[in-house]
């Protein structure tokens, strides 16, 4: 439609999208501002103002006019469990952005009371204590009085998860139930049970315990992962990269979003890794995918990048920082095996690595790989996490042609992290701007949705600020970055993981249309509002995936959550960030609501004269 002048009038060349009158930050410092962009195919045409797009537009060019709203590349997350996460979102219950435990049991026992019998009310991941008012996990007592009949399971990172009476019962726990290795099953004085299971530091026990609830099957898996998606959308995620993770087999759990791609059905971009799932049996399975794929075997839509984030299940170090750092046995042997078999053969992959440690002796296998001239040779290579990862590694790694990829989950976990190991450690977990400082390629990411929130603005807020969800400030000025570096780690340096940084990640001609409109302008918006940043329109591909406020109804319809009773259904993903003036004035009326209870109490036992409903002003009060 004709907005601001810009009358149709091109024909054969005409754009399919134009966004114009918004403040455009390409991240491409040849031309770093503009007002409007022209897309065509999917692809930029023109990055400019009102005079440049002008005759690009046709009688059916949409055209957005974005209200002086800032413009930015859309958000690529370098470390999501997206497929997993999609397979699994709408049975699970979501605690993300929510802020006191006293609503998070409110909604568990509201969807107790929706769930049908067989199924589970599983809170999985994204929510920590350090976000929580109350700064604690809900007890074994408050989810059976919320949920008496139904099972329920509360995971708590990677840490511990809670389950109530009817979820012992339906995963089998009883008093004869061994703890498995590198997990414990909390028991009363009388040996039962009690419904807490802890990672002793292994997550398995954790992961295994929820892998007995009811999935998905069919169609819903598709739905379900498409709604995910869409929720990405919402926060200007238009690409992640897969990470794998435990329980995620190939290719049996790959075949969803397989399926959506051929049907074009995806609305993020999606480059994946492979994960062996057995241990003993890494090699085999390596052998086997190195004999059918190649990395970036694809589209610019769903494409392998390599293997990981573990190649041995031997070398992984569990990242429970409420536990000591894990002793791993002998495993670089079987390590090398991995890694010298995908260098010959062109794959490269990631690596879970959270101490520097196991860092040391990863970098000590490659080293004597690199002597064989197996390292550098153009593989893409990359440690994830690295909280603890020394100089002197870093130095290791560039030379060895590493990346690395950071996640924020120090936002959920940096109180353990500080108990544990001093504030001196915490300012530096991970070191980000030594990282930067070797010229370093440093993506950016999450780890949601187990660990951290999906949320990518919680993470960018991190980066910037240094403060977790509870608002402590861990990481002094010195290791933190400008609101530009963090951004440029969740846009371009995810695109440059994946051998993509020529066409993603920046806003320019011949690059892909992917941008979002944002809700506030994440370069002027008060630090502590980062995080509540939402996207209004999303665009991927020059298809506009997501839309809401003053854009709303532009994006692509959607089938309706199923099932029905979907956690999903009733109460979105993450409890939408407010702005400040409204969770001020909530806070006021929460604050007034307690005063009137408290009043009421003191009332009912004489403690104050007139009756418990009587309004009190202590201004007027003799």
């Known amino acids: 439609m004709p907005v601001g ?13 134009v966004v114009r009158n918004a403040r455009i930050h390409t991240g491409d410092p040849d031309r770093p501002q503009a007002e409007a962009i022209a897309v065509r195919s999917g692809v930029i045409t023109v990055v400019g103002d009102d005079k440049d797009v002008a005759p690009h537009v046709g009688a059916a060019t949409k055209v957005v006019d974005a209200l002086g709203r800032r413009v930015v590349p859309g958000l690529n997350d370098a470390h999501l469990h997206v497929i997993r996460g999609g397979l699994n979102y709408v049975l699970e219950l979501r605690w993300d952005g929510v802020s006191t435990l006293r609503q998070g049991l409110a909604m568990l026992r509201e969807q107790a009371a929706r769930t049908p019998k067989g199924q589970w009310v599983r809170v999985v991941g994204g929510w920590s204590v350090e976000q929580f008012a109350e700064r604690r996990m809900p007890t074994v007592a408050e989810l059976n009085a919320a949920a008496p009949d139904t099972p329920v399971f509360v995971l708590h990172l990677y840490q511990a998860a809670v389950l109530n009476r009817a979820a012992l019962r339906a995963a089998g726990f009883g008093r004869d139930t061994p703890d498995p290795k590198g997990g414990q099953i909390v028991r009363g004085r009388d040996g039962e049970p009690t419904g807490m299971l802890l990672a002793a530091p292994s997550a398995l026990i954790l992961y295994s315990t929820l892998a007995k609830a009811p999935v998905l099957e069919g169609e819903d898996k598709k739905l379900s992962t498409r709604h995910f998606l869409r929720e990405l959308n919402r926060f200007g995620l238009t690409s992640a990269i897969d990470a794998a993770g435990g329980f995620q087999n190939f290719p049996d759990n790959y075949s969803t979003v397989v399926e959506l791609a051929r049907a074009g059905q995806l609305s993020l971009r999606i ?23 190649r990395p970036e075997d ?14 041995t299940w031997a070398a992984a170090d569990f990242e429970n920082f409420n536990q000591p750092r894990p002793e791993l046995d002998g495993y670089e042997a079987e390590f090398e095996k991995a890694v010298r078999l995908l260098m010959e053969n062109g794959w490269g992959f990631r690596l879970h690595a959270t101490y520097d440690e196991t860092i040391r002796r990863d970098l000590a296998v490659f080293e004597k790989l690199a002597a064989e001239g197996l390292f550098p040779v153009g593989n893409r290579w990359l440690f994830d996490h690295a909280e603890t990862v020394s100089p002197e590694s870093l130095d290791r790694v560039a030379a060895l042609g590493g990346a690395m990829s950071v996640q924020n989950r120090l936002s959920f976990q940096g109180e353990a ?6 504030p001196g450690r915490a300012a530096d977990a991970p070191p980000v701007r030594a990282m930067l400082e070797r010229g370093l390629t440093v993506a950016a990411g999450t780890d949601a949705t187990r660990v951290s929130t999906y949320n990518p603005w919680v ?26 570096t963090a951004l440029r780690m969740f846009t371009r340096a995810g695109a440059e993981l994946t051998g993509e940084e020529d066409v993603k990640g920046v806003l320019r001609p011949g690059c892909y249309a992917d941008l979002a409109v944002l809700s506030d302008d994440y370069f002027t918006v008060p630090e502590p509002e980062i995080a509540h940043i939402e996207s209004l329109l999303t665009v991927t591909g020059g298809r506009i995936v997501y839309s809401a406020a003053e854009f709303e109804g532009l994006d692509e319809v959607l089938p309706p959550v199923s099932p029905a009773w979907s956690p999903v259904a009733r ?27 408290h009043r009421t109490w003191r009332v009912s036992r004489g403690l104050l004269p007139g009756t418990a409903d009587a309004p009190f002003d202590p201004c007027f009060s003799l």
């Open 5 to 17: 002048g810009l009358v149709p009038q091109a024909t054969d060349d005409a754009a399919e999208l």
């Open 271 to 293: 480059a994946y890794h492979l994960f062996p799932q057995t241990p003993g049996q890494e090699i085999a399975d390596l052998t086997r995918w190195i004999e059918t794929a």
């Open 298 to 311: 694809g589209d610019e839509w769903l494409r392998l990048n390599g293997a990981g984030e573990n190649l």
């Open 417 to 422: 992290f500080l108990r544990r190991y001093g």
């Open 459 to 484: 993470a960018l807020h991190w980066l910037v600020s240094g403060r977790n969800v509870g608002g402590l400030a861990l990481r002094p000025p010195g290791n933190r970055v400008d609101r530009h």
């Open 571 to 597: 109460f979105g993903g993450y409890q939408t960030s407010r702005h400040a003036g409204v969770r001020q004035a909530e806070s006021l009326g929460e604050a007034v609501a307690e005063a009137a209870q």
